[in-house]
């Protein structure tokens, strides 16, 4: 090398001078061609990236539980971004991500209307809030809930706030991601509970109306009840399958509520339906166009249940109209349940109201554990509605719940001879599943077992359920939606014990037992 550059200095420099400008010159750019061709070459490699072809399922959350268990019947082959709980640093949920091990994404649930067809497409049952909801169209109203043009993306005036409110989602957090599957776990449900929810819910969605409504014996009461489906699910505007469908249904509901707070049918029945759809969805969206109504209805229903009534013992209950000079069991449960979601929802409530609802519900108590109608007694429906209000009341470790929760010791779904006189059987099983459920340990065992494996073994194949017999006098959107939601109470709401455990606050104590007398 030292002999050839010896060479090329001795002839360069024998060269005349304009000559060695000129050799040096051409080597120079020689040079530079050199340089800039090996950039281009470089520039046109591809690049070769790892791929994977799946995400793997998040570790075990607490106590090595694998939260995915109930479901792990499931493929889980491919994410969709969760941002749980609407927290930065949380994952779906509120779980915290571990850094670079938990996967932040879970795929979208089932694209099949017929529940046959639903085993082969399911991929991932947890669907949470993902990147394409600043994509979904979402209606924008007025504050009375006018509809106006699709909209794209976040906004003061769009129904929906995308996440769930607060650290782990607030009081709502366990409806989505891997909480849910926990819950699910926990609860005692199973991978088949879930599928015939997911199949209830795409049912729901092919039968809601232009408006965001749904049919039945009362539009407003259906399309509340069909709405608090998607809701108890985790679904909001921001959802990728059932984005639209709640959007709608959040629209629809929010014209209903009256410039006096009451819906248009004045129905109390309605109000407390519409209510408490109001409240989960500002729970779960913090959406203004929400907030403006919901505030209405819960002044009005507060309002009305200081009407004065002909009997002492009804005070603090509700009927039929906002004007009821009486008061029954199964209006006030819709109530205090629309008032205490509102409440969870952290819309203001006066503690007043509750403490005269409870105290009306304890007026409608039997010295044999039963609530009554009207009156105290034991009505198979009125008694679930009793203990459950009083449970989320705050009075879950009352010992007059204890024999009121033995009446249902020996009870069941039986499809075969189910109880009568509630025109649906769904309605008392609704309260039922949910008291038994907040009562926890042998009453919830022996209840589930056989509530869960009646309503899969009897749902169609569509998705929809009706009810035993030959009657339905309200209709399948009512009956589904009922018990839909008896199969998403694993996760819809925590139990009473557990809030309580959150908050650090001790027990309630026991209450010395009241004499009621008479019967309904």
């Known amino acids: 090398m030292k002999v050839a550059s010896k060479k090329f200095l001795t002839w360069l420099m024998s060269l005349t001078t304009l000559m060695r400008y000129f050799v040096i010159a051409v080597m120079f750019h020689v040079l530079i061609l050199f340089i800039l061709g ?89 669907g949470v809030v993902s990147d394409s909801a600043t994509a979904v169209a979402r209606l924008q109203g007025s504050g009375l809930g006018g509809v106006a043009a699709p909209t794209m993306g976040f906004g003061e005036g769009k129904i929906g706030t995308a996440g769930v409110r607060g650290p782990g989602g607030g009081g709502f957090g366990h409806r989505v991601g891997p909480m849910r599957a926990q819950k699910i776990k ?90 408490l759809a109001l409240a989960e969805a500002y729970g779960m969206t913090q959406s203004p166009l929400v907030r403006e109504p919901l505030d209405r209805a819960v002044n009005a229903v507060v309002q009305s249940q200081k009407v004065k009534k002909t009997k002492p013992a009804d005070q603090g209950g509700w009927r039929y109209s906002p004007l009821s000079a009486d008061a029954d069991t199964s209006v006030t449960g819709w109530l205090v349940m629309g008032l205490k979601s509102a409440k969870l929802a952290n819309i203001s409530v006066p503690d007043e109201a509750f403490e005269k609802a409870s105290e009306y519900l304890w007026n409608m108590h039997a010295e044999n554990g039963g609530f009554g109608y ?66 926890g340990g042998s009453y919830w065992t022996q209840w589930n077992t056989e509530m869960r494996k009646v309503l899969v073994a009897k749902q169609a194949s569509d998705g929809h359920w009706d009810p035993p017999g030959e009657k339905n006098p309200y209709g399948p959107v009512y009956s589904t939606a009922l018990a839909c939601l008896m199969l998403e109470v694993y996760y819809r709401y925590l139990p009473i014990y557990q809030e309580m455990e959150k908050k650090n606050l001790p027990a309630m104590p026991v209450a010395t037992p009241g004499r009621p007398t008479g019967s309904s």
Request: aromatic fraction near 8%; proline fraction near 7%; hydrophobic fraction near 35%.
């Open 186 to 275: 926990q609860g005692g449900g199973s991978g088949d509970t879930e599928r015939a929810v997911l199949a209830a819910l795409r049912w729901l969605k092919e039968q809601q109306t232009k408006d965001g409504s749904w049919a039945g014996y009362s539009k407003e009461a259906s399309s509340a009840l069909a709405t608090l489906c998607f809701l108890g699910h985790g679904e909001t505007p921001d959802s990728e399958e059932f984005g639209p469908t709640v959007s709608r249904a959040l629209s629809y509901l929010v014209t209903v509520v009256g410039s006096d707070g009451i819906v248009k049918s004045k129905s109390m029945y309605a109000q407390g339906a519409v209510l």
């Open 374 to 439: 009207s009156n105290p007694g034991h009505g198979y429906a009125t008694t679930a509605i009793g203990i459950l209000c009083q449970q989320f009341l705050g009075h879950h470790a009352d010992r007059r719940l204890k024999k009121s929760l033995d009446l249902y010791k020996d009870k069941k779904v039986d499809w075969d001879k189910p109880p009568g006189n509630h025109g649906t059987p769904f309605y008392p099983w609704y309260y039922i599943t949910q008291a038994m459920f907040q009562a």
């Open 38 to 126: 090996t950039i281009e070459i470089a520039g046109a490699i591809p690049k070769i990236i790892a791929t994977f072809s799946g995400a793997m399922p998040p570790p075990p959350v607490q106590d090595d539980m694998d939260p995915f268990a109930a479901l792990r019947d499931f493929e889980y082959s491919g994410p969709t971004l969760g941002g749980g709980g609407g927290t930065p640093g949380k994952g779906p949920g509120g779980i915290p991500t571990a850094a670079g091990t938990t996967p932040t994404e879970y795929k979208a649930s089932i694209s099949a209307v017929d529940r046959t067809a639903v085993d082969s497409q399911v991929q991932e049952v947890i």
